[in-house]
């Protein structure tokens, strides 16, 4: 199973557009698991996440969550931004999609 965090501001921003994604993994087959935490909550689960996606409001934390992925005992984790058009019009398969590339 694949393991997607979406980092927002206050957790909330993102969950239609998580809503989306499962949607999309379901449709594609994937088994996977997808949610969506505030910046301050993301260090305690990255022990458990195949990938991580910023929301273009948080994207000025990347440099952040880079240090702390790389620094995670099952190794690094990849950690993008999520794209704002995407993000914008709330598709769902196109971060979706994000995601997979990014986890190989």
Do not use: H, W
């Not at 620094?71 to 690094?76: L, V």
């Amino acid at each position: 199973m694949k393991t997607i965090l979406l980092v927002c501001s206050a957790g909330m921003s993102t969950s239609l557009l998580v809503t989306k994604m499962e949607s999309a993994a379901k449709e594609a087959g994937v088994d996977c698991k997808i949610f969506a935490l505030p910046f301050s909550d993301a260090p305690r689960v990255l022990e458990e996440v195949d990938c991580i996606l910023l929301g273009p409001q948080v994207r000025f934390q990347k440099a952040a969550i880079e240090k702390l992925a790389a620094g995670r005992k099952a190794g690094p984790v990849p950690v993008d931004i999520i794209d704002m058009r995407d993000y914008g019009t709330m598709n769902g398969k196109a971060v979706f999609d994000t995601a997979m590339k990014m986890i190989g």
